[in-house]
């Protein structure tokens, strides 16, 4: 017994010693770097630590009425759970200054809300590189831009036998796999498809394997035929050509067919080439292989949709919770759509973009007032790799709200302040260039979202939509006044998580009326 004991005991002394050995490394490796330093003595990424992740950070705090931790310990162990840069907005860097290092016993965190420091990190991609995790997530379906290697691929997989292709579409497969990347990247889709898995998860397992096959069949039916597709999510019509509809999968599958005829110089190759060719040729060739195709229209659907609807969402509900900023934006809208016809918009010609979007100034000053305060697009903080032992965190979300880049007001919706005077007296009101490194909702750099134009045309047309038809406020509920029903949405939007996006926690109680103007 008594050698039991003691082995427990020597056990557990060479684990302690491990973990001090550690953190005196990294800290010794942290001190190099001249920043201010918190020390947090375990490892935020061992697979314990993310689990207390689901616990709100106001819970814990000694500002909760029960609080499970002493305020000391909590400002240190707050900085490791998910999502802490929301709820935190610039107060730890008020603090601490604009970068410091979190010294744990595993990978050490530099967390930067320094605007020159977060644009040169984001510039350098080839330096600074998104961790394993990442890229085996957004890789989940194939090669493409966020990857950039070869990765394996779901398709490949013996396991995914024909799947019922008819079980689900590809956009809500899609977004079942986005909503539940984790589960979606690590657990092989026969484990999560076991009937003693939460249902949730059943339905996550035929996603995965209907997605290859639902993808292939889409790519299949795009070169069969001629005819427009069933319109679905990121369509544009060509100008000048009457009626033809075009969308990214048709254009990547278009010109990745012409490049690959101009490649094969004559040769004959089926479009079926599969992943094997990806590694020998990638230098050479200018086309993208069936699995770089499904792979970036996953990346493009995935990272292009919940991020747009839920800037829409938060969007929608700060203009109901805000009735003076809804008449600001609709004052614009009427001046520039004019009044619409109150039987259908179905009869009026389409908007002439061109003409439209640029003049829609206010509509896009309240989509860069929602992510400045609500980055509902992205994680607060995008992690990215440096080598060991360290981490770096862009902290966006403080770097949205820090009082020194935006004033005593940086956490009031203002979307007036993104607008100026024109150039020229009478000229249209123009949006505001922030100074570099302020304002990152897209990223920039060589890692900057590709979609940033194409969400911010569906934003201003959907709200200009929207709001030029009709008026939006919460519904109150019994014995509510309208003032308590908008501090009541205000509450909600606060109430978020970041996920992949930011997340209302309470998103159905979000209950509008909308009324016709
Ligand atoms: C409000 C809407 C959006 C926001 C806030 C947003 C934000 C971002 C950010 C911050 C990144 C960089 C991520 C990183 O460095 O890890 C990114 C990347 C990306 N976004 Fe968006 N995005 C939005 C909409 C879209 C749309 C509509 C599309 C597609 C049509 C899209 C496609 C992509 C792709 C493919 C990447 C990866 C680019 C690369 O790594 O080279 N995004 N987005």
Redesign the pocket.
Known sequence: MDFICAGVVLVLLLWVGSQLWALNRNYRAARLMGLPIVLCPFDPDSLTIPSLSTLSPPSLSASSSAPLLPTAAFAAFELTIWGWEFHDKAAVHERLGPAFVLVTTGLNRLICADPSMADAV?ARRRDFL?PDI?IKAMGLLGP???TRTVVTLLSSSPSSSRAPVAAMSYVDAISLVTELLVPAAFIPARVLSLPIMPRILQRLGIALRCLPHLTTDMLDHERRTDSPIVPDA?QTKITGQQDTVDT?MRTLVRLSDQARCQNDNGTHTSPDDKGSKISSSVASRTYLTEEEIAG?LF??TA???D??S??MFYAVTLLAAYPEWQTWVQAEIDRVLGTMPESSGDQSPPLDYAVAFPKLTRCLAV?TAT?QSL????CAA?P?CVPAPCAVYVNTMALHTSPSSWGADALVFNPARWLQPGPREGAREVLVAPPRGIY????VG???????K??QV??VSVISTLFGRCTAEPVPRRGESMQQARQRLLDLTEDSQPGLTLQMNKSKDVHLRWTRR
Request: aromatic residues 10%; charged residues 5%; positive net charge.
């Open positions: 984001l998104h990442t493409n831009v966020v990121g990214i970036n990346i493009f990272a292009g949709f991020t747009t839920n800037t989509m992510t980055p509902s697009g992205q995008t990215i990152l909702p897209w990223s060589p890692r900057k979202c590709p979609g940033q194409m969400s569906e934003f």
